[in-house]
């Protein structure tokens, strides 16, 4: 089945401990990117990436690094996390710039 | 990118043909209109994409005028499943991905 997949789907850590955000599309898309939802505020694209060891940001970077070793794979790493980075994250993947793009179920993300 | 413009919240009734119009006056000619329906904690999931006059698939329709300044997603015949946000992008054709999303509009569909 094509699937953007991440995991966890649910994290709940303290400020400052590095954690990883993993994202896996089986559907051999070149294009892929991280988004963050926050109530009233939509979502925002956070980096994306047009290809392997190509990325750039989004709107909302700071506090977020990627990385795109292998086609099917974009890990989200918060190095130091924040509280204000208390959010809703997506991770979605898209063949091209003028196809649709597929999202992934979501990771909630708690920083206390 | 083009700004979007919805409306922030409508509401309609079951069996109704709902209409959503989204203005983006800065749109490019590279640019093309997608929109995306998302439910409650769930990614958005794509509707429909066009780039100018009308296009039509299984769920909605999409009718862009000829200045492309505007577009209007049309969904026929709405059932209580319909109630979600939907969001209009403008995408720009080119190798750059970066992606806007707009703050949506709610919409509501009452039996």
């Known amino acids: 089945e094509a699937q953007v997949t991440q995991n966890p789907r649910y994290l709940i850590t303290v400020t400052g401990k590095k954690l990883t955000v993993t994202c896996s599309q089986n559907?051999?898309?070149?294009?892929m990117s991280w988004y963050r939802q926050d109530p009233g505020l939509g979502l925002r694209q956070i980096y994306y990436?047009?290809?392997?060891?190509?990325?750039d940001k989004g709107d909302v970077p700071e506090g977020y690094k990627v990385s795109r070793k292998e086609k099917r794979n974009f890990p989200l790493i918060l190095e130091s996390p924040s509280p204000n980075q208390t959010s809703l994250y997506f991770c979605?993947?898209?063949?091209?710039?003028?196809?649709?793009?597929?999202f992934g179920p979501g990771t909630r993300l708690t920083v206390t | 990118l083009a700004k979007t413009t919805q409306p922030i919240s409508m509401d309609s009734y079951e069996g109704q043909e709902v209409n959503i119009t989204c203005s983006h006056n800065?749109?490019?000619?590279?640019?093309?209109i997608t929109w995306y329906q998302q439910f409650p904690s769930q990614g958005p999931r794509f509707i429909i994409q066009?780039?100018?006059t009308k296009v039509t698939n299984e769920v909605a329709s999409l009718f862009i005028p000829a200045d492309r300044k505007s577009s209007t997603l049309s969904l026929p015949r709405v059932s209580l499943s319909d109630t979600a946000v939907y969001y209009c992008?403008?995408?720009?054709?080119?190798?750059?991905?970066?992606?806007?999303f707009g703050s949506g509009t709610r919409l509501s569909i009452r039996p």
């Open positions: 800065n749109i490019a000619t590279n640019d093309y």
């Open positions: 979605a993947s898209r063949l091209g710039p003028s196809y649709e793009q597929y």
């Open positions: 559907m051999n898309h070149e294009y």
């Open positions: 992008l403008v995408v720009t054709y080119s190798s750059a991905s970066k992606i806007i």
């Open positions: 066009g780039y100018k």
């Open positions: 990436s047009m290809n392997v060891e190509v990325t």
